[in-house]
């Protein structure tokens, strides 16, 4: 178990490296990191001698680890836009993103796993044909649609939650909370529920899938000839067996909504680092888009590993393969 | 003789609805089987051999359903009983091998989890207590080292202790009933004679009763003590093991004798019998058997013959009705 930890993290490390180099490479090269600092009556000597004392004349690979070194240490720079320290922006942003996907994540793997082994039990029952025609629905609307259908439904019409923002939230450290005061827990209540609705209806229709599968199986029989009884059955010998394909969308689907939760964060005004990416790419903020690059790969890279990890909680045969 | 039967089958019948009008699966069959005797059922695959053994468990798989005759286990008859009612009997009552050991344990809980899991639920001991006889029961079934075992994953045992732990299961509950489905066929010879060994024990040990479903002659000839032939949905012969193998009165059961090879005996080639086993939803008027017979008769092809008393057993064979009666 040791030894696949150390060799995960190996992994992990030079994935991360790899990154590093493409974020850098795009710091680098994609116009001249001098041209975007200086002003117009820049001398070409003060240019070269700020080239000197930024390092650009070193070679390529000191430069890069020089990169690598700041990165590690969350020194991504300075925007160009506003002038602040990129990493202090994220810092700002990225709570009010990871409280979102959070509360999202939750909602649809506690509404959508029990979606998914109900339909799968009572296939062929008109409730669970229509759960699973109703889910065709919640997979093909785009997001901003259920976002506007439900500000529209529950904010301006029965007016019992708000319809942007994240209300009052409370600091702790450098992180800053809504959990923690009503506003802010209200706050949470529609974008998490319109960023939830595609996943409820991926984990049903997956789960579903993979619940058919192992009910077919020889060990959910002879659990029946035991004598275990029918919902035992269900939730814990052919439930468990569905959770590995289970984990690891859920962990692809947090890392894709900490990335990409853009369109509902516009939508209700959510200050997350969806509107932060898109600032950047408008004016083309390359420090920040550099550092946005290695955040989303690291935290794909860490979900990633604890997928891995999960895998060999879940499933002994791995645990004994890997040992 | 005179002890009750731990199961009585009587006249079972099992349809199967479908688009095409309703199959039937079982027909008229009739079998008992008493404490401490090995039932042996045998057959071709299709012929209703696991079938029986299903409906008498109340799992055949729906539209499947029990359409007539009646299913009694330790006097009381269970054929009727809901699916609720029938989850307190299996395993408490009838315990069940399956064929492959190989996937008939859940792979994600270790064996002595699951062995707890249906002591605790039929039995009703405590967490420690049905551990310990978790324990206890693994060493019934000859796993070394059950103590150290009993904490592994199936995929940390061979087939044959897979299987071993398999019966321990099945044995969980002590029930005087084991329906066996082809306990042995996944496995390789040197194993099957292990595993059938241990069932006759068992049997010996407990007075279980046990119905071991299986296509293999040679299993039944070791093993149990009658026997029950089974073709097209159903019984053409049921005797004593020995009877029915060196005098068999059903010219089915004479051609599977004949496609077994014996030791010593110089046979070019093995007897077959030709063509298949009808499907279930085309089986010829009469006998079902007639298309394939050696003696078929007139009266075959449209008659169809009832068990009958046949030397020590039971045959359904207009022939076999006409040799006792001579």
């Known amino acids: 178990m040791i030894v696949f930890l150390i060799k995960r993290l190996f992994n992990a490390v030079m994935v991360m490296l790899v990154v590093a180099l493409m974020a850098f490479m795009i710091f680098r090269f994609v116009g001249d990191p001098i041209q975007l600092m ?33 990165a590690v240490q969350g020194d991504f720079g300075v925007s160009y836009r506003n002038q602040q320290d990129v990493m202090s922006l994220i810092a700002e942003r990225f709570p009010a993103t990871f409280e979102l996907v959070l509360v999202a994540t939750i909602i649809s ?31 093909s609307l785009p997001s901003f649609v259920i976002g506007i259908l439900l500000i529209l439904v529950f904010a301006v019409m029965l007016n019992i939650a708000p319809s942007f923002g994240r209300g009052d939230v409370v600091a702790i450290g450098w992180w800053t909370t809504g959990f923690l005061t009503p506003s802010g827990r209200a706050a949470l209540v529609l974008p998490s529920i319109a960023l939830s609705f595609y996943q409820i209806t991926l984990v049903m229709r997956l789960v579903r899938a993979e619940m058919l599968e192992v009910l077919r199986s020889d060990f959910v029989k002879f659990a029946r000839a035991r004598g275990i009884p029918a919902w035992r059955i269900h939730y814990r010998h052919a439930l468990r067996n569905c959770l590995m394909p289970v984990v690891t969308m859920t962990a692809m689907n947090v890392g894709s909504l900490i990335a990409f939760a853009l369109i509902t964060e516009t939508v209700f005004q959510w200050p997350g ?10 004016f083309v903020d390359i420090p920040v888009m550099a550092a946005y690059l290695c955040i989303v790969s690291f935290i794909f890279v860490a979900l990633n590993t604890l997928v891995d ?11 004994a393969a890997r040992s | ?59 055949l798989e729906p539209p499947g359903h029990v359409a007539g005759g009646e299913v009694w286990l330790n006097g009381r008859r269970i054929d009727h009983l809901s699916n609720r009612e029938m989850e307190k009997i299996r395993g408490r009552e009838i315990g069940a091998i399956f064929q492959d050991p190989l996937t008939s ?35 019934e079934v000859g796993i070394p080292a059950p103590e150290e075992r009993v904490d592994h994953y199936p995929h940390q045992f061979s087939g044959g202790m897979r299987q071993r732990v398999v019966i321990a299961l099945a044995l969980a509950a002590r029930p005087r009933l084991i329906i066996a489905d082809e306990p042995t066929t996944a496995l390789d010879v040197s194993i099957q004679a292990q595993i059938t060994a241990l069932l006759r024990r068992l049997c010996d040990d407990h007075g279980t009763a046990v119905m071991l479903v299986t296509h293999d002659m040679g299993v039944i000839a070791e093993t149990a003590d009658r026997v ?3 073709y097209a949905g159903r019984l053409v012969e049921i005797g004593p093991v020995a009877e029915v193998i060196a005098r068999p009165r059903h010219p089915y059961t004479r051609g599977l004798m004949g496609s077994i090879p014996a030791l010593g005996a110089r046979v070019a080639r093995l007897a077959q019998i030709d063509g298949s086993m009808p499907r279930l939803d085309a089986i010829p008027p009469g006998c079902s058997f007639n298309p394939r017979c050696p003696q078929v008769m007139a009266r075959c092809r449209t008659e169809r013959p009832g068990l009958t008393p046949a030397g020590a057993g039971l045959a359904a064979c207009w022939l076999a009705q006409e040799e006792a009666l001579a």
């Open chain 1, 309 to 319: 990890i999960t895998y060999a909680l879940i499933d002994p045969r791995l645990r």
């Open chain 1, 109 to 139: 793997l506690v509404v959508g796993v029990p979606l998914g082994v109900v339909t799968a039990i009572h296939r062929g029952r008109w409730f669970s044909e229509g759960l699973q025609f109703l889910s065709i629905i919640g997979v």
């Open chain 2, 1 to 59: 003789m005179t002890e009750p039967p731990v199961l009585d089958v009587r006249n079972l019948r099992v349809d199967f609805p479908g688009r095409h009008g309703t199959v039937t699966a079982l027909s008229e069959v009739s079998l008992a089987i008493r404490p401490g005797e090995i039932l042996g059922v045998v057959g071709e695959s299709g012929a209703g051999k696991s079938m029986t053994g299903l409906a008498v468990q109340g799992l």
């Open chain 2, 228 to 230: 029950a032939v089974m």
């Open chain 1, 38 to 70: 200086v002003n117009e009556q820049t001398t070409q000597a003060e240019k070269d001698a700020l080239r000197q004392s930024l390092g650009l004349n070193d070679p390529f690979p000191v430069q890069y680890a020089r990169f690598v070194a700041h």
């Open chain 1, 273 to 282: 680092m969806g509107l932060l990416f898109l600032q950047a790419v408008t």
């Open chain 2, 105 to 139: 344990l859940n792979p994600l809980f270790s064996v002595g989890a699951q062995l707890v899991e249906t002591i605790r639920l039929h039995l009703g001991l405590g967490r420690a207590d049905a551990r310990r006889r978790a324990v206890e029961l693994l060493t």
